[in-house]
């Protein structure tokens, strides 16, 4: 088991360093994988949290955790590696966790805003709420995510549609 300390906060190539321990020493549990890059060119790490043996992660019923959404939000970052330390220590200790990776996947973003994070935990931290990426962005408009009156009412909102699985979907 790599060895986590849950009194102070993981700079970003510290956090990358004990997610890929993790990944080495229990490669039927636990998978790592880049799911893109920050605006400062810093992976954003995913862990698939499953036993493999039993099947394959993406045909299951999954639970996503992330956290640090918010620059200065580190504690979730840490709540994220406990949740993977109890998840791995428990496979085969305790009946819950261990049917739980046999029948589900768990994935698990510790840090979604890396550069933020490292602003907050620099030697002179600089506080920034979000991203690190300048507002307006400078590259054009995303097709299909303007924002616009389609009725004409004056009015911008969100369009809620009755999902037959549960309320409303966006």
């Not at 636990?30 to 039993?54: A, K």
């Not at 962005?137 to 549960?166: A, S």
Request: glycine share 8%; with cysteine.
């Amino acid at each position: 088991m790599p060895s986590v300390r849950f009194d102070r906060f993981y700079r970003y190539q510290e956090l990358t360093d004990l997610l890929r321990s993790f990944a080495e020493e229990h490669p039927k549990l636990v998978g790592l994988e880049s799911i893109g890059r920050s605006h400062e060119g810093r992976d954003i790490w995913v862990l698939t949290v499953s036993n493999r043996s039993t099947g394959e992660a993406a045909d299951r019923p999954a639970f996503w955790v992330d956290g640090n959404i918010h620059s200065t939000e580190v504690a979730a970052s840490v709540a994220c590696v406990y949740f993977l330390k109890h998840l791995v220590e428990g496979y085969g200790n305790d009946a819950d966790i261990t049917r739980a990776l046999d029948t589900r996947a768990f994935y698990i973003c510790p840090r979604i805003n890396p550069d933020g994070a490292e602003w907050a935990l620099a030697d002179k931290p600089k506080y920034v709420r979000s991203s690190t990426r300048s507002y307006p962005y400078d590259e054009d408009p995303i097709e299909g995510l303007t924002v616009e009156d389609v009725d004409g009412d004056g009015r911008i909102l969100q369009m809620r549609i009755r999902d037959p699985n549960g309320l409303w979907k966006a």
